[in-house]
Nanobody, 126 residues
C-alpha cells in the first residue's frame, strides 16, 4: 500500500516554472515506477511522464518533452516534476501515481497504475 500526496502547484504566468512534489508513505517506494498525469477541466486524465524504479529511465508525453523533467529521490520517498516554459494549455490538476512491478515500460496508461494522489492544481495565466 502506498499513499501519495502532491504539493507545489499554484498560479504562474506563461513562460514561468513550477516544481511539483509527490510525497509517498508506506513501504517500498523504490519498487514502483512513478508517473505524473494531468486533468484539465472537462478533459480526460492524460499521461505526462513516468520514471523507472531506480530513476534510470524516463519517458514523456510529446506535449511536455523538453519542458518538463521528472525525477525521484528514493531515500526521501519523493517524486518530482519540474515544469518549465509553462503555457496556458498546461493548466490542469496534476496527479502522481505508482505502478507496481509487472507493467510493461513505459507505463503511460491509467490502468497500469495502482495508487493515485489527490492532485495539485497548476494554473498558467496568459
Amino acid at each position: 500500500q502506498v499513499q501519495l500526496v502532491e504539493s507545489g502547484g499554484g498560479l504562474v504566468q506563461a513562460g514561468g516554472s513550477l516544481r511539483l512534489s509527490c510525497a509517498a508513505s508506506g513501504r517500498s517506494f523504490s519498487s514502483y515506477s512513478m508517473g505524473w498525469f494531468r486533468q484539465a477541466l472537462g478533459n480526460d486524465r492524460e499521461f505526462v511522464a513516468v520514471i523507472s524504479e531506480s530513476g534510470g529511465r524516463t519517458f514523456y508525453a510529446d506535449s511536455v518533452k523538453g519542458r518538463f523533467t521528472i525525477s525521484r529521490n528514493n531515500a526521501k520517498n519523493t517524486l518530482y516534476l519540474q515544469l518549465n516554459s509553462l503555457n496556458p494549455e498546461d493548466t490542469a490538476v496534476y496527479h502522481c501515481a505508482a505502478s507496481a512491478l509487472g507493467s510493461t515500460w513505459p507505463q503511460a496508461a491509467l490502468h497500469e497504475y495502482d495508487y493515485w494522489g489527490q492532485g495539485t492544481q497548476v494554473t498558467v495565466s496568459s
